[in-house]
């Protein structure tokens, strides 16, 4: 039988991990330190980035993520109109032998696209487990650096069994929720989504950020630590609703789905972007919002 000693160590170890999510927590030390806190207003005036360069970055990581995986979409390109398959060439079999196609990990197209990567590693917080860090090159004031991956919960669905012990669930402006959980419960209901609204082919989101490998290397925004008093924000969440408009055969990379198949309206995303020059080797830190009228 473990000691009462071991047992408050392990309770203690937990906390320090979980803390930084807790809402009560939080709530304390944003009145004990304001620059934490980022105050907003309704609707469209909390935009660090315009809707438009969000959408533009996304297609532009997205179609060349499309292109570098054309031997697996061949399915899904024969069912595209010919002006989009245009887009879309593939080679046949004399040009594959002449030049073999290289395979670029989505780490590389990110980098080549972007002009950084980020990747996943031990947070530099004290026992804040996992965070994110630019693992290549140099993210600019402005840029679109990450999304927040998960099933999205509008504020009158059910969501209690999903949130025990969830650090994971994001809070929109407007009461939207977003459980960015890989595990459990959370992923099970993600997965059972996404296969409801497939098609055949195509694909309406990306499941593989349930996985240690996401085909979008974006879908890590869960695991970005908030901010603290050692350490200030370099990044904001914002949030983006993704036009009914946006390129069909490219929603598979989107990492968010609706948990009510009949839910109105366009697909609620969150990205996070960079609030400053973020260079290789920074980790990503967030800061809370509040919503003011």
């Given at each position: 039988m473990p000691s009462p000693g071991s047992v408050l160590r392990a309770f203690l170890t937990r906390w320090r991990s979980y803390k930084y999510?807790?809402?009560?927590?939080?709530?304390?030390?944003?009145?004990?330190?304001?620059?934490?806190?980022?105050?907003?207003?309704?609707?469209?005036?909390?935009?660090?980035?315009?809707?438009?360069?969000?959408?533009?970055?996304?297609?532009?990581?997205?179609?060349?993520?499309?292109?570098?995986?054309?031997?697996?979409?061949?399915?899904?390109?024969?069912?595209?109109?010919?002006?989009?398959?245009?887009?879309?060439?593939?080679?046949?079999?004399?040009?594959?032998?002449?030049?073999?196609h290289v395979v670029l990990h989505v780490d590389d197209v990110m980098y080549k696209c972007l002009g950084f990567s980020i990747d996943r590693r031990p947070s530099s917080l004290d026992a804040a487990g996992t965070g994110v860090f630019v693992s290549k090159g140099f993210v600019p004031k402005g840029a679109l650096v990450s999304m927040y991956p998960g099933a999205v919960y509008q504020n009158y669905e059910p969501i209690f069994f999903q949130s025990i012990g969830n650090p994971f669930i994001f809070r929109c402006l407007d009461g939207i929720f977003i459980d960015g959980n890989d595990k459990g419960i959370s992923k099970s209901v993600y997965r059972s989504c996404s296969r409801r609204d497939q098609l055949g082919p195509l694909k309406m989101c990306d499941r593989t950020w349930l996985t240690s490998s996401p085909h979008n290397p974006l879908a890590i925004g869960q695991y970005v630590?908030?901010?603290?008093?050692?350490?200030?924000?370099?990044?904001?969440?914002?949030?983006?609703?993704?036009?009914?408009?946006?390129?069909?055969?490219?929603?598979?990379?989107?990492?968010?789905?609706?948990?009510?198949?009949?839910?109105?309206?366009?697909?609620?995303?969150?990205?996070?972007?960079?609030?400053?020059?973020?260079?290789?080797?920074?980790?990503l830190f967030s800061n809370y919002f509040t919503l003011v009228e």
């Open positions: 999510r807790f809402v009560p927590w939080v709530a304390l030390n944003l009145a004990r330190n304001r620059r934490t806190l980022r105050h907003v207003s309704a609707g469209c005036s909390d935009k660090v980035m315009a809707d438009a360069e969000v959408q533009s970055s996304l297609i532009t990581l997205f179609r060349t993520l499309f292109r570098t995986d054309l031997n697996q979409q061949k399915d899904l390109l024969i069912l595209l109109p010919t002006i989009t398959r245009a887009r879309y060439p593939v080679p046949d079999a004399r040009d594959q032998q002449q030049c073999p630590n908030n901010c603290s008093n050692e350490h200030e924000a370099n990044v904001c969440y914002q949030e983006f609703d993704v036009p009914e408009f946006f390129p069909v055969e490219l929603r598979q990379y989107i990492p968010n789905i609706r948990y009510s198949h009949d839910m109105e309206g366009p697909l609620r995303c969150v990205v996070l972007v960079a609030l400053r020059d973020i260079h290789c080797g920074e980790e």
